[in-house]
């Protein structure tokens, strides 16, 4: 399989080079020449085959060309060591929960899988440099996923005071293989430094980088085994007609998985992006004109994106075609208030308790959902994750999970920077 750049100004890529470049030559993101559809026979039987079994077609259909197949299920199976629940929330609608990884976040399988991908294909080849820009989730997800891995050393970049404090104690008190960067700034500086150091060409001469984030395929395309694991599981419960899945968007590279899935023969029948106050895709869908800006903070932090990268990646894949997006994808967006609102009433009624990003997703499935679907959406996150924000909204503690528990005994290390590329670049030279 190759890979070409969403610019169209760079050479073609196989899989080896797109997974440890991460970022064409032209700063523009790889995406799959062809993207397979899986047969009808597969998806007529995928309620009764496991996470991993539906998990490992779907990689093969990806990388089956590039990755031994012994290779790739094995990856799979080290990927998927954790169960992704669907519970019903109320009638006809479900959580699929994507947080029962080792970090409680969804960005667990896309970093567990890179990390297995990336030691396949550069073992015995010196060191590797991986950085990663990160609002929130990114950040501990790819830290743990890459942890103690030899020859690969990983850089965080997260800005100052923007992070849940529990978030930020999984990626700054690993230590070891793991450099955690304070960036005086907001994600988009973050993520505006990654790139520029994929493009100077003494770092890229004196060192070997790639990057974790979405950008990378490697990351983003693995999370495309939720959306076939959620359609089997409401197959199952013989719920799998006229399906719509709600996801909580930042970056957009969980929803883009999903529609690359679509693009597979996935039939999920259509997707709500909910944005919360940052909502330069769901303004996309409304004028037709992509205006990004800088981020807002917000109490859904792992979605405060001003210029979501993977928007790139969806741009291309619907042929930059404005009114195509929106016969597959319609849009949301909520203030502070409102995901707090939602927050509160779902506890209260139902008993179930969405973190911020979830709140989303579901406010969006519920006022989106049509007579005669059944919808999902993408609870990505424990809620404990953000425990201050939520005891707050519910006035009623909440219960910190034993792997949370002990990330918060740990001695924060990181080392703090300005967002200037400069000072980054020599402390990436000096390390």
């Not at 693995?222 to 930042?250: I, T």
């Not at 998985?257 to 992006?273: E, H, V, W």
């Amino acid at each position: 399989m190759m890979y070409y750049s969403t610019n169209g100004k760079a050479p073609k890529a196989d899989l080896r080079k797109a997974v440890i470049k991460g970022l064409a030559e032209d700063r523009g993101l790889y995406m799959p020449e062809k993207i397979g559809r899986l047969p009808g026979e597969f998806f007529r039987g995928m309620g009764e085959r496991s996470f991993v079994d539906n998990a490992f077609a779907v990689a093969d259909a990806y990388f089956g060309e590039d990755v031994p197949a012994p290779v790739l299920r094995r990856i799979v199976e080290e990927t998927l060591s954790f169960d992704c629940p669907l519970r019903e929330v109320e009638p006809g609608i479900y959580s699929l929960e994507l947080f029962h990884g080792p970090t409680l976040a969804f960005k667990d399988v896309g970093a567990r899988f890179m990390a297995r991908l990336l030691r396949h294909f550069t073992a015995g080849e010196g060191e590797i440099n991986v950085l990663v820009a990160t609002s929130g989730d990114t950040g501990s997800a790819v830290a743990n996923g890459f942890l103690g891995i030899d020859g690969i050393r990983v850089f965080v970049l997260y800005p100052k005071g923007k992070v849940s404090p529990i978030q930020e104690c999984q990626f700054t008190t690993l230590g070891r293989n793991i450099t955690a960067l304070e960036i005086d700034g907001v994600f988009d500086d973050c993520q505006a430094l990654v790139k520029a150091a994929f493009m100077d060409e003494e770092l890229n001469r004196r060192m070997k980088l790639t990057s974790a984030n979405s950008i990378n395929v490697a990351r983003f395309l693995p999370q495309s085994f939720y959306y076939f694991w959620a359609y089997a599981r409401l197959q199952r419960l013989d719920k799998a007609e006229n399906v719509v899945c709600s996801v909580p968007s930042g970056n957009f590279g969980n929803i883009c998985s999903a529609l690359f899935g679509k693009r597979m023969g996935l039939p999920i029948r259509r997707f709500i992006a909910a944005n919360n106050a940052n909502s330069v895709f769901y303004e996309f869908l409304q004028t037709g004109s992509y205006r990004p800006r800088p981020s807002v903070q917000t109490i859904a932090n792992a979605m405060d994106v001003g210029d979501p990268s993977n928007f790139a990646r969806i741009w291309d894949l619907y042929g930059k075609d404005v009114d195509a997006i929106r016969a597959d994808i319609s849009g949301a967006t909520y203030s502070d208030a409102e995901i707090a609102e939602t927050v509160r009433e779902c506890y209260a009624r139902t008993g179930y308790l969405l973190d911020p990003h979830g709140a989303c997703g579901y406010r969006a499935l519920k006022e989106g959902l049509r007579p005669g679907e059944t919808g999902f959406f993408c609870e990505t996150a424990h809620p404990a994750k953000f425990k201050d924000t939520v005891e707050r909204i519910i006035g009623a503690p909440v219960a910190i999970p034993p792997a949370l528990a002990a990330f918060m005994k740990g001695k924060k290390q990181s080392v703090p920077l300005p967002r200037a590329f400069p000072s980054f670049k020599e402390f990436l030279l000096s390390s």
